[in-house]
């Protein structure tokens, strides 16, 4: 009766480490992608800034973090049409408007920047001060 008993313990045991295990390990990976996300995109996003050409962008995406070409054209995408217009007007709320960055991040949220941005065609060209003229025209 003894050995059942330490038998079964010893199964249940097994099961319930196999699934903490198990759980672990997911959590890591998806930690481990998010990293991997936000890497590329700063990676995207550093390139661009220093004015490097996209189909560079795009090879060196593919190079250095294994990327198709459709995924580096995404990455690339979302950079040109979203983030950075987004970076260039905090830093124009900032400095024109004297916000603070929660203000300026503030500003975004509350006008929907990143829908004009995305449903607007050519807004993600405009300057900063054309951007901020476009939101407050379209409301």
Known sequence: MKNNLNINLGKA????????????????????KEYRIDAIERTTASLYDAGVGDDTIIIML?????????????????????????????????????L????????????HVVDVLLEEEGVWKLTPQELLEKIKEIE
């Open 13 to 32: 045991f097994n099961t319930v480490n196999s699934l903490w295990t198990k759980t672990v390990k997911d959590h890591e990976d998806e930690i481990g």
């Open 62 to 98: 593919q190079r250095y973090w294994g990327l198709t070409e459709e995924e580096a054209y995404k990455f690339l995408r979302e950079e040109k049409v979203v983030n950075y217009p987004c970076r260039a007007l905090v830093a124009y709320l900032r400095n024109t408007e004297a």
């Open 100 to 111: 603070t960055l929660e203000g300026a991040d503030d500003f975004i949220k509350k006008h």
